[in-house]
C-alpha cells in the first residue's frame, strides 16, 4: 500500500517560518519525482516544487523561489518556508510521480498525501 503522511502545518504569522514534512512508504522512492502541491480556497492546485531523484533537479514556482527550500532523504520529503506571507494560505500536499523528470503539472501525479493545512496571519 503506498502511503504518503504529510504533516508540520500550522498557524503563523507572517514573516514567520514552517517546516513541511512527508513520510513515504510503498514505492521505491528513487523511481519518482516527488513534489509539493497546494491548493488555497478558490484558486487552483500549484506545484509549489518540485524534486527529482535522476538527478538532484529542483523545481521551484517564481512565487515562492528564494523563500522555500524542498529536500528529500531515506523515504522522506521537507519544504522548509520561510519568510512566510499570507499568500501562502494553503493546504499543502505530497505528491508523487514515477519519471526522472520534474513535473509542474499536479494533474499527473499519481500518488498524493492527506495534505496539512498551512495559515499564514498578517
Known amino acids: 500500500e503506498v502511503q504518503l503522511q504529510a504533516s508540520g502545518g500550522g498557524l503563523v504569522q507572517a514573516g514567520k517560518s514552517l517546516r513541511l514534512s512527508c513520510a513515504v512508504s510503498g514505492i521505491t522512492f528513487d523511481d519518482y519525482a516527488m513534489s509539493w502541491i497546494r491548493q488555497a480556497p478558490g484558486k487552483e492546485r500549484e506545484v509549489v516544487s518540485c524534486m527529482s531523484k535522476s538527478d538532484g533537479s529542483i523545481y521551484y514556482a517564481d512565487s515562492v523561489t528564494g523563500r522555500f527550500i524542498i529536500s528529500r532523504s531515506n523515504q522522506q520529503m521537507f519544504l522548509q518556508m520561510s519568510g512566510l506571507e499570507p499568500e501562502d494560505t494553503a493546504t499543502y500536499f505530497c505528491?508523487?510521480?514515477?519519471?526522472?523528470?520534474?513535473?509542474?503539472?499536479?494533474?499527473?501525479?499519481?500518488?498524493w498525501g492527506q495534505g496539512t493545512q498551512v495559515t499564514v496571519s498578517s
Open positions: 505528491a508523487g510521480k514515477r519519471g526522472p523528470a520534474l513535473y509542474s503539472d499536479p494533474g499527473r501525479y499519481e500518488y
